[in-house]
């Protein structure tokens, strides 16, 4: 996988971004040494929130289904805001 430095991005980002696009391949983007973001094409990018939609969607139906057997209970949003410290 390629990577460039912060200064490299801002020098020429129409060189990487187009880097991204022709060759289909994600660029990772680091400052001092450490990876801090990933350019993707948007392929990948599609990818990657399907199966989050669809990690999302299983685990709904798992809560479901544990709702409809008594495995689960549902609990006030309030209770559940506090218990998460949204509060």
Do not use: C
Not at 59 to 74: H, I, K, S, V
């Amino acid at each position: 996988m390629t990577h460039v430095t912060e200064q490299e991005l801002k020098s020429d980002p129409e060189a990487i971004l187009r880097t991204v696009a022709e060759v289909g391949e994600p660029i990772l983007v680091q400052v001092r040494g450490q990876d801090i973001a990933a350019i993707v094409p948007l392929e990948d990018l599609a990818f990657l929130e399907e199966t989050e939609n669809r990690l999302d969607l299983e685990a709904y139906r798992r809560a479901m289904r544990d709702l409809e057997e008594g495995r689960d209970e549902l609990i006030p949003w309030e209770q559940a805001k506090k218990e998460l410290g949204l509060d």
